[in-house]
């Protein structure tokens, strides 16, 4: 491909995407293609000469789109939102173009200070300390295991990194019920050991006790071991429950226990100053972490991480060959030094440009709606004798089942609701996930998606509940 093709090509590219996001809604949200129809297409060894790029685009519109779960479709409701926006895509056009590795300063200085002073945009939006230093991670599980090396290292006098585990005893990590699964995996990762993880309970509401967190590590203290990291949760996975900072700040301070807070959905509605609650006591935490890549419309990956003491998290992980030194080294950050990848994507553009296209004003608008088209939901689900709420809304997502009257047996409701998910997402119209609470069949339903309209929510209600009726 010369670079005259590669110029009409190109535009053809673009006008394909532009085509897709407006004609978005014509496709069915969830893949309905059976496990292994993909592979089948697909030859079993690459083509020896040269395939035309117009028989290459044909291919991807006839067997890569029907295998596509369509997250950009505003009735994607499903997990989490992994959103994009047209700032965010053209970046990241301009990103592939360039084709920049950002390990170093050396090695593009302008992906370097970019991020830098993303990093500084991003801290002041949502409201955290000035002390506070951020760099872009891939995403909140690799963020959260920089903070669980980082804290491992910490307890043990950053000895395990030069002489391992030997010795060291027993460093315990503790978080709630409800967190993420990252957690146990970075604590296995970290070679902490998964018995060493407290699972401290929760309240009604799904957020942790921070009494019950007070007395895992005494008694830990008094068995000899080192309590090593806590992980609180703004916006639990399940549920986006909050776990109360302040008091879990607090008890780690007394402790001298490391705090890591994953806040990788609701992060993003720190930009809102009424949502500043749930980050009251952040000065106590040492490290945060949110996701611009799942609802400030910037593309994966893109994940925020901040820490307050940079200078542990190069400890822990600082290694400089000689074939990586510069001269300029003590004057820059090199951001190799700041988590587990030496080659890093020049992320920071596409903030640059999401940042700077909506304002932040205009991304506050998007959130504050996303946010009253989920309570207006959340009303109407309340309100309805045949379904219940099963956790509270403080955000986006909303957790709830269809529970006709005339049925009390828990076991069949849980069926019930498992079968109605599948008939919903079997329609195409919608894409929803589960959960459970309490040993409760939940659907979550997450008021997201970047092109979501007040009509996705009323036609996502309307088509639940004529969905939920008709299993009678």
């Known amino acids: 491909m010369d670079f005259t093709d590669f110029r009409k090509q190109g535009h053809e590219v673009v006008d394909w995407i532009a085509d897709y996001l407006e004609g978005i809604e014509e496709f069915p949200v969830m893949s309905q293609v059976s496990p292994g129809r993909i592979l089948e297409q697909l030859p079993r060894g690459p083509p020896a000469e040269p395939v035309p790029f117009e028989e290459i685009l044909s291919d991807f519109n006839n067997i890569v789109i029907p295998g596509i779960t369509h997250w950009q479709h505003p009735s994607f409701f499903a997990y989490f939102p992994a959103n994009s926006s047209p700032p965010s895509v053209l970046a990241e056009m301009l990103t592939a173009g360039l084709g920049v590795q950002c390990m170093v300063w050396q090695t593009s200085p302008a992906g370097t200070e970019l991020e830098q002073r993303m990093m500084e945009w991003l801290r002041d939006m949502i409201g955290l300390p000035p002390g506070f230093e951020g760099v872009i991670q891939d995403g909140a599980s690799t963020s959260t295991l920089c903070s669980i090396l980082t804290a491992r290292e910490r307890a043990a006098g950053y000895a395990i990194n030069e002489s391992g585990m030997d010795g060291v005893g027993k460093l315990i990590t503790y978080s709630s019920t409800e967190t993420h699964s990252s957690i146990e995996k970075g604590v296995k990762i970290a070679g902490l050991g998964r018995e060493n993880i407290r699972k401290v309970p929760v309240d009604d509401d799904y957020a942790m006790i921070p009494d019950e967190l007070e007395r895992a590590i005494e008694a830990d ?16 996975t399940g549920s986006t429950a909050i776990d109360p900072v302040k008091e879990i700040g607090e008890i780690c301070s007394r402790h001298g226990v490391w705090l890591h807070i994953d806040a990788a959905l609701a992060g993003t509605a720190l930009i809102l100053p009424e949502y500043r609650w749930m980050i009251d006591g952040v000065e106590n935490a040492d490290s945060f972490v949110f996701n611009p890549h799942k609802w400030m419309f910037t593309n994966f990956d893109c994940s925020a991480y901040f820490v307050k003491d940079p200078g ?36 920071a553009l596409k903030l640059w440009f999401v940042i700077r296209s909506y304002g932040v004003e205009g ?51 849980n069926a019930i609701n498992e079968r109605l998910l599948k008939d919903l997402n079997r329609t195409g119209e919608v894409y929803m996930t589960h959960t459970t609470l309490d040993d409760r069949y939940t659907i979550r339903l997450v008021v997201g998606q970047t092109y979501i309209k007040e009509r996705h929510v009323d036609r996502a209600w309307e088509l639940i509940r004529k969905t939920a009726r008709s299993q009678k």
């Open 221 to 236: 203290m008094s068995a000899g071991n080192t309590p090593t990291c806590v992980v609180a949760t703004v916006g639990t």
């Open 312 to 347: 542990s998290l190069r400890r822990t992980f600082e290694i400089t060959p000689e074939y990586l030194r510069t001269k300029v080294d003590k004057q820059v950050n090199n951001y190799r030094d700041w988590g587990i990848q030496l080659g890093r994507r020049f992320r």
């Open 363 to 413: 991304l506050q608008r998007k959130v504050r709606k996303h946010l009253t088209l989920a309570k207006k939901l959340a009303e109407r689900i309340s309100r309805s004798q045949d379904f219940e709420l099963l956790a509270p809304v403080p955000l986006n997502t909303i957790c709830f089942r269809y529970s006709p009257p005339d049925i009390q047996d828990e076991r069949e409701i």
